[in-house]
C-alpha cells in the first residue's frame, strides 16, 4: 500500500473510532447533579421492580444485555441480564405461590455515591439492609450489605451492567428498653 492510502486508511480508522464513540460520550455531556439525579432514579426503579412490585418486565427494561452480577456469598450469580431477569421472575413466581419468603430491601439513608465513570457510565456505591416478610407477621431483619452497581447509559436510558453485591453480614434483631 502506498504511503498515501496507508495515510487515508489511518483517517478513516480514526473517523470511525471517533464516530463509533459518539454515542457513548453523551455520559460525559451530563453534569454530576444530573447523572446522580438519573442514577438514582433507575436505581429507586431497579430496586421496585425486584422488591416492591416484583416485577421482572419491569426489570427487564433496567438491564443491559451483557449484565453480569457478583455476590460475595454465590460467586457470579448472573452472567447475563436475560439470566439474571429469568432468575428475578423465578422467584416472584415462587413468592407468589408461598414457596419463598419475600424479602423487603432498605437503602442506609446517605450511604449512596454516584460516581461518573467517563462517557461509559457511571457507578452508584451504598449500603442496604435486607428483612423477611413472613406472611401475616412482623418483618425479620436478615442481613445489611454494600452494593455497587454499574450504569451503562445507552442513549436516554441508564442500563445496569454490572452488580457487585458483597460484605454481607447478619442483622442484628432491634433491641427495645423494657
Known amino acids: ?6 495515510a487515508n486508511m489511518k483517517s478513516i480508522m480514526l473517523l470511525l473510532l471517533a464516530l463509533a464513540g459518539a454515542g457513548p460520550a453523551l455520559a460525559a455531556e451530563k453534569t454530576p447533579s444530573e447523572i446522580t439525579a438519573e442514577v438514582l432514579s433507575a436505581e429507586g426503579a431497579l430496586y421496585r421492580a425486584v422488591f416492591d412490585d416484583c416485577d421482572a418486565d419491569q426489570l427487564s427494561a433496567l438491564v443491559a444485555p451483557e449484565l453480569e452480577f457478583f455476590h460475595d456469598k454465590g460467586g457470579q450469580v448472573a452472567r447475563s441480564g436475560q439470566e439474571f431477569v429469568s ?10 405461590a408461598g414457596k419463598e419468603t ?19 457510565g457511571a457507578l452508584a456505591v451504598g449500603m442496604h439492609r435486607f428483612f423477611h416478610l413472613p406472611s401475616g ?7 445489611h450489605a454494600r452494593f455497587a452497581n ?29
Open 1 to 6: 500500500m502506498s504511503s498515501q492510502g496507508s
Open 102 to 120: 419475600k424479602t423487603r430491601r432498605e437503602l442506609v439513608p446517605g450511604s449512596v455515591a454516584v460516581h461518573r465513570m467517563g462517557s461509559y
Open 137 to 143: 407477621q412482623a418483618e425479620i431483619p436478615t442481613e
Open 150 to 178: 454499574l450504569w451503562r447509559l445507552d442513549k436516554d436510558r441508564w442500563l445496569l451492567a454490572r452488580v457487585f453485591s458483597f460484605e454481607h453480614r447478619p442483622s442484628q434483631p432491634e433491641r427495645r428498653a423494657p
Open 87 to 96: 432468575a428475578i421472575r423465578a422467584s416472584c413466581e415462587n413468592q407468589r
